[in-house]
């Protein structure tokens, strides 16, 4: 996907001449004020930054808690089991459903999986599937370079600018209350009533994602401990992992790790086989931004891509069809 971001003249009087564009990006210096984002300055603000610290915070608290519960042993089988299967069906609703599906385009999907895809995402605790999208069409379209909502060269390349922007990419781009238009960015999301009505619901999918492990925590174990344990680690820590483990290829996926494939201009992105797993093959983003619309992000030899062998069984099974694999031509063609 291609967005072309033109200067505004907006508030200009007539007759006047506009302001001079800003000098080009040099690829080290700190980012001007942000373009392609529509700030937010009104009382709403505090409310979004109390919202996004809870989303943050929260289940980072849980992870202490569970740290120090596990010293005393107060965990179950039960709470592996279902942190593992959430974990799994949040984070694939994020990879397969809202990102290499409804973001880039890398196959359709029939009507009831594109909208228990984004479902699953949704309970993932990331944002609702709109916003989500706007704002990652956003970043591919800006990649390290002003605009980009999330970049680690955010405050220039040397040594504190990184270590700052490192952190600013990871989490802190969370709390500066911008939103990439949904219009601008997402209006075939906008126009689809399916994914409308699931954005609406991001609220009560976030309820039930921690009412789920409570209530089959309860009912497994035969007792409310098993609910409470089942809400910490199946609830708040699995939300935990799967927020750092996204973050971390917002941010250390484009420091840390290989170029093999050649990317735009201020394009940094890199593989980081550490995280594959964890990220269902999210984190060889070196190729997903030398070839967004691809289906599959590990192409080498090796790379374990989760995500790609979920969107093939999907296919297989009917539910998927124009999937856009990678050839051995586009691949070749993108070597660095």
């Known amino acids: 996907m291609s967005i072309i971001s033109t200067p ?10 506009p302001p001079p564009p800003p000098p080009p990006y040099d690829g080290t210096s700190p980012f001007p004020p942000d373009e392609g984002s529509t700030p937010v300055r009104d009382s709403g603000d505090r409310i979004y930054v109390g919202v996004t610290a809870a989303i943050v915070v929260l289940p980072f608290v849980g992870l202490g808690l569970a740290g120090w519960l596990l010293w005393g042993r107060l965990i179950h089988p039960v709470d592996i ?23 880039h385009g890398s196959y359709r999907a029939i009507r009831p999986v594109r909208v228990a895809l984004a479902v699953a995402g949704s ?7 709109i916003g989500w999208v706007a704002t990652h069409r956003r970043h591919h379209a ?19 600018g990184q270590l700052h922007g490192l952190l600013d990419a990871h989490v802190g781009w969370l709390f500066r209350n911008e939103q990439s238009p949904p219009e601008r960015y997402a209006p075939d999301l ?19 994602t921690l009412a789920l492990p409570f ?51 201020h394009d940094r992105a890199t593989n980081l086989w550490p995280l594959a797993l964890l990220s269902f093959g999210e984190s060889w983003h070196n190729l997903h931004h030398a070839d967004p619309t691809s289906a599959r992000h590990g192409v080498d030899r090796g790379q374990i891509d989760p995500s790609a ?28």
């Open 215 to 265: 209530g089959l925590g309860w009912a497994i174990g035969g007792s409310w401990l098993y609910g409470v344990t089942g809400l910490l680690w199946a609830g708040l820590v699995r939300i935990a992992l799967l927020h750092h483990v996204t973050w971390s290829v917002n941010s250390l996926c484009h420091m840390i790790g290989e170029r093999p494939f050649r990317t735009r201009r």
């Open 123 to 129: 309970m993932s605790f990331q944002g609702d599937v």
């Open 190 to 208: 906008v126009a689809d009533p399916d994914i409308r009505a699931v954005s609406r619901a991001f609220p009560w999918l976030c309820l039930l």
């Open 309 to 336: 062998a979920v969107i093939r069984l999907m296919e297989r099974a009917g539910w998927a069809y124009d999937v856009h694999w990678p050839t051995a031509d586009r691949v070749a063609a993108r070597r660095a």
């Open 142 to 160: 800006f990649t390290d370079r002003p605009g980009d909502p999330h970049s680690p060269y955010r405050y220039g390349t040397h040594l504190w």
């Open 8 to 17: 505004s003249t907006k508030g200009i009087p007539a007759g006047t001449d």
């Open 81 to 103: 089991v279902l942190a593992a299967v959430l974990y799994t069906v949040t984070g694939l609703g994020v990879t397969v459903g809202f990102h290499r599906g409804l973001t």
